[in-house]
C-alpha cells in the first residue's frame, strides 16, 4: 500500500521561494507508469493542479504557475519536491501530493493514492 506524505514550512513570507517534500513509502517513485504530482486547494476554492514529475522524470507544470514553479525528485530517497518563488498570500492553500495514472490527472481525488495534505499560508 503506498502512502504519501507531504513536509514543508507551515508558514512562508511573501516573496519567498516555498520548498515542500513528498516523501513515499511502500512504492517506487520510478514504477511505470505513475504520475507524482501536485495539487492544492486555497480556501474557499477549487482544486488546483500544479503539476507532476513522472516516473521516467519527466515534468509538467500549470501555464498559470510555470515561471516560478519547479518539480524535481531524489530517486534514493524516494521523494519528489515542490519549490514555488515569489510566493504570495494567493499561494495560501493546503498543497497535496498524489500518485496517480496519467489519464487521472487532473480529475479529482476519487482517483489514485494522495497524502493527507500539508496547511501553507503565505503572510508577514
Known amino acids: 500500500q503506498v502512502q504519501l506524505q507531504e513536509s514543508g514550512p507551515g508558514l512562508v513570507k511573501p516573496s519567498q521561494t516555498l520548498s515542500l517534500t513528498c516523501t513515499v513509502s511502500?512504492?517506487?517513485?520510478?514504477?511505470?507508469?505513475?504520475?507524482w504530482s501536485w495539487i492544492r486547494r486555497p480556501p474557499g476554492k477549487r482544486l488546483e493542479w500544479i503539476g507532476y514529475?513522472?516516473?521516467?522524470?519527466?515534468?509538467y507544470v500549470s501555464p498559470s504557475l510555470k515561471n516560478r514553479i519547479s518539480i524535481s525528485r531524489d530517486t534514493s530517497k524516494n521523494q519528489f519536491t515542490l519549490q514555488l518563488s515569489s510566493v504570495t498570500p494567493e499561494d495560501t492553500a493546503v498543497y497535496y501530493c498524489?500518485?496517480?495514472?496519467?489519464?487521472?490527472?487532473?480529475?479529482?481525488?476519487?482517483?489514485?493514492?494522495w497524502g493527507q495534505g500539508t496547511q501553507v499560508t503565505v503572510s508577514s
Open positions: 514529475i513522472t516516473y521516467s522524470g519527466s515534468t
Open positions: 498524489a500518485r496517480l495514472l496519467g489519464k487521472d490527472y487532473g480529475t479529482g481525488p476519487s482517483s489514485g493514492s
Open positions: 511502500g512504492g517506487s517513485i520510478t514504477t511505470a507508469y505513475y504520475y
